[in-house]
Every structure is written in C-alpha cells, then in structure tokens.
C-alpha cells in the first residue's frame, strides 16, 4: 500500500492549506468573503491621500 508523506485534509479545498499540518489550521480564523469587500472610513482616507501625494508630486516634478 502506497501512503502520501503528507496527510491531506479534503475540506480545506485549498492545496496549500489542505497540507498544513492540524496544529496550524487550528488557528485559522475563517474570514467570510463579504467582510474583505467592505469600504472602510481608512480604505477611503488612504485612497484619499495617495491621490493627493501623487498629484502634488506630479506637480512638482512638473514645474
């Protein structure tokens, strides 16, 4: 009988995760998918400033 080195776990559905050991993925939080595309007060401040920076930069380089 021929045995992989490593044991896989199939609900992981990912084959980096499916091959962490079970002492790591004990520590994984589950993050829902619908709490990564939310727009944050700091996502449009940091959006917000970057703007601003590159285009004084541009006009500076400029003039």
Not at 24 to 37: C, G, H, S, T, Y
Request: net charge positive; charged share 20%.
């Amino acid at each position: 009988m021929r045995r992989s080195l490593v044991l896989t776990d199939e609900t992981a559905r990912h084959w980096f995760r499916a091959s962490l050991p079970p002492h790591v993925k004990r520590d994984l939080l589950p993050i829902p998918a619908e709490a990564l595309w939310q727009l944050t007060r700091a996502d449009v401040r940091g959006v917000a400033s970057t703007y601003v920076a590159m285009t004084l930069a541009i006009f500076a380089f400029i003039v």
